[in-house]
């Protein structure tokens, strides 16, 4: 399935068959380039495509085609996407923050997963995600919901990148892995699934030493995609943790579902590390040019005053019942959930909506992804 919108950068020839029809039609000629004018000013200097590694924020549906519970493919997920009811595995209930990019840099209007057997390497070729809902920089918390671990997904993309040489060549190949946008969004799980919730990691290291650890492998997977030819890259920070919806139900009722300050001090650290990292690469890897996305404050803002920016509700999600529903435990009908998700920041307890997601966008596309182009 070719997505519809999608400009394939390998395919440049079918340019010379389009060329002298528009000569014979010269009544289509203005709405034609009025068409390609706006995309190509969209395009951003030429983005080829977007590849993404991650978490549920960026997974388009990897999940749905591996041995877990961690999925997202039934309703009320997916209720806006794309005309709506499209529950297409994306915790979400419509499209993600990289959707959103792929749109506004005129590739085409979504992302889809690396393992859905529907789309083929003419689609990848323009943008693709690995990323797995549930999965972490660790290893131990890909292993919680037997989701796909951050090195399974390097694994996926050197396989992607031998069927991406077959189908453009090996030159073209190497140039749109090198002007590709690469987005890493990782990280929440780790703490949210594995370092405080299960005893391993949080007996063996202090959250300071958790978070250098993650950052150790944050560095290496990095520098993995950068042999591998990758240049422009995105990495994403943490949310405030201690504002998602199921860490105020779960690990703070009795105080009136207020956020926790010392999990949102957590992801501050953590993101103030991450800024450090990237600041470090910058220096000493040649040819990289790598920009920190850090939401943590726009989220906090919305949060904070939601009216300010068109939303009303941010203690809870707005699938189900808004206190614990998340993934499987989301209802399967739509009845449970809120009629207008516009009005929520969050989805479901954990998941931003699509609305939140495109305030996001909006402003990663004047800062982080500036740095990029
Ligand atoms: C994670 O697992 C992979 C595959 O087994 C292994 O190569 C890698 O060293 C592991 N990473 C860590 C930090 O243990
Ligand atoms: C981003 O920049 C555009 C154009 O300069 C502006 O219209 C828009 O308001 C900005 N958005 C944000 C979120 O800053």
Redesign the pocket.
């Known amino acids: 399935m070719v997505l519809q919108g999608s400009i394939s950068h390998c395919s440049s020839s079918s340019w010379l068959i389009i060329i002298p029809r528009l000569v014979l039609l010269p009544q289509l000629l203005l709405p034609l380039l009025l068409y390609f004018g706006n995309k190509t000013e969209a395009h951003y200097k030429n983005i080829p495509a977007v590849i993404v590694f991650g978490d549920s924020t960026v997974d388009a549906g990897n999940n749905n085609f591996i041995d877990t519970i961690a999925k997202g493919n039934f309703a009320p997920y997916g209720r806006d996407f794309d005309g709506g009811n499209k529950p297409t595995g994306r915790f979400c209930n419509g499209r993600l923050s990289t959707d959103f990019i792929s749109d506004a840099l005129g590739i085409k209007p979504f992302i889809p997963a690396y393992l859905d057997p529907a789309y083929s390497i003419e689609d990848f070729a323009t943008g693709v995600t690995f990323a797995s809902a549930s999965t972490g920089y660790d290893n131990l918390t890909a292993q919680v919901l037997n989701v796909i671990p951050l090195w399974k997904q390097l694994e996926f993309f050197k396989e992607y990148k031998k069927r991406l040489e077959i189908y453009c060549g090996i030159a073209t190949a190497q140039t749109i892995i090198q002007e590709a946008i690469f987005v890493i969004s990782v990280g929440t799980n780790d703490f949210i699934v594995n370092y405080y919730v299960f005893p391993e990691r949080s007996n063996q290291f202090t959250v300071e030493e958790y978070e250098n650890f993650l950052l150790s492998l944050s560095e290496k997977f990095m520098l993995e995609i950068y042999k591998l030819g990758a240049r422009k890259i995105s990495l994403t920070g943490v949310p405030p943790i201690g504002c998602l919806p199921i860490v105020r139900t779960v690990f703070n009722l009795k105080f009136g579902r207020a956020c926790r300050e010392d999990l949102n001090e957590m992801s501050r650290s953590f993101n103030r590390k991450t800024r450090d990292l990237v600041s470090k690469l910058r220096r000493e890897v040649k040819g990289l040019k790598l920009a920190f996305n850090d939401p943590y404050g726009l989220i906090l803002s919305v949060v904070k005053h939601p009216h300010s920016h068109g939303i009303d509700i941010v203690a809870e999600g707005c699938c189900g019942t808004g206190v614990l529903e998340l993934g499987f435990l989301c209802p399967k009908s739509n009845e449970c959930s809120c009629p207008d998700a516009n009005k929520y920041a969050f989805w479901d307890s954990v998941h931003p909506t699509e609305k939140l997601y495109r305030i996001i966008v ?2 990663t ?2 800062t982080t992804l500036r740095e990029l182009s």
């Open positions: 909006d402003y596309l004047n």
